[in-house]
DNA sequence: CTTGATGCAAATGGTTTGCATGTTT
DNA sequence: AAACATGCAAACCATTTGCATCAAG
């Protein structure tokens, strides 16, 4: 089949036609930042782990620009900011609502379809009336691995 | 009805209880932080809250004192630390686990009995091998208030 | 008296900021 | 050229730590 080359490249391009269209400027930096969280394997990574991998590739991006651009494609509404635990951090891209399952064993997380909360989310309305939109929740536990391990 | 005078000081006493036991000491320190945290309305405080309440009665008690306080109670199974999000770390006491619903709007936490949770921690069994044991879980929103204030 | 907790002050470390310079549009 | 992003270094600030002193058991 011919013209599905490079995927990534492609969603790349995709989130940079995105902020090109709001009026955003396209920079170094922030093609890189977006470029390593698609190469991620679970497009998760701390902070630290992202600009390490970020610097590796164009080591003239300063830390602090990390931080500025994670702040802004979070603002543009490209990234999200998950809370893993104190100082873990990550962000990753704001695709479609989905929850973490992390292992307290392993430290790994299994992402989880928006869905598995859709009880919840009925029982706070009808019992407390309260609207939940929760996005990215963390539920820990023990994994399957790290079960039978023990 | 005799003999319930001070409840607030009848649960402190067997928090202290539980440390003498296990053999550690009991220190103004530890008291004060324990009292605060009972007194507070819903008990839940962030640490500077905490800390400004221990030291409004306790002007000797140091910063650094209400972390080691914190972190010591903490480790001793009396205190939970939940992260309501970056920089919003509170704790309160161990009781029995519970969820949290967290107010976009106010900010405001309602809390929720742990079995909100159950069908998801069942999920997750069966579909992931994943043992879910989730304790102070956060989930965003919007209450009942700010809902009809918009 | 012995062990461990505390006050204080100094260090730490992740994150933020001011400003001059370099890029994007 | 104008507006904005970046590099760099310095500032911040919550949390931690070393050490001499103090208190609990």
């Known amino acids: 089949m011919a013209g599905h080359a490079h995927p990534r490249a492609t969603e790349l391009d995709?989130?940079?036609?995105?902020?090109?269209?709001?009026?955003?400027?396209?920079?170094?930096?922030?093609?890189?930042?977006?470029?390593?969280?698609?190469?991620?394997?679970?497009?998760?990574?701390?902070?630290?782990?992202?600009?390490?991998?970020?610097?590796?590739r164009n080591p003239e991006i300063h830390l602090s620009t990390v931080y500025r651009t994670l702040d802004f494609l979070t603002e543009a509404g490209i990234l999200?900011?998950?809370h893993l635990g104190p100082d873990r951090s990550s962000y990753h891209l704001a695709t479609e609502s989905h929850h973490h399952a992390m292992c307290d064993g392993c430290g790994r997380t299994i992402e989880l379809p928006a869905e598995v909360l859709d009880g919840v989310v009925r029982h706070?309305?009808?019992?407390?009336?309260?609207?939940?939109?929760?996005?990215?929740?963390?539920?820990?536990g023990t994994c399957a691995a790290c079960r039978t391990r023990s």
Chains 1, 2 share one sequence.
């Open 14 to 56: 995709a989130l940079l036609d995105r902020l090109r269209s709001n009026g955003e400027r396209i920079t170094t930096a922030r093609r890189a930042v977006l470029q390593e969280l698609l190469d991620a394997p679970d497009q998760h990574l701390a902070i630290e782990e992202l600009a390490t991998r970020v610097q590796a």
């Open 80 to 82: 999200v900011n998950v």
């Open 124 to 140: 706070l309305d009808t019992e407390f009336g309260f609207e939940a939109h929760p996005h990215h929740v963390v539920i820990e």
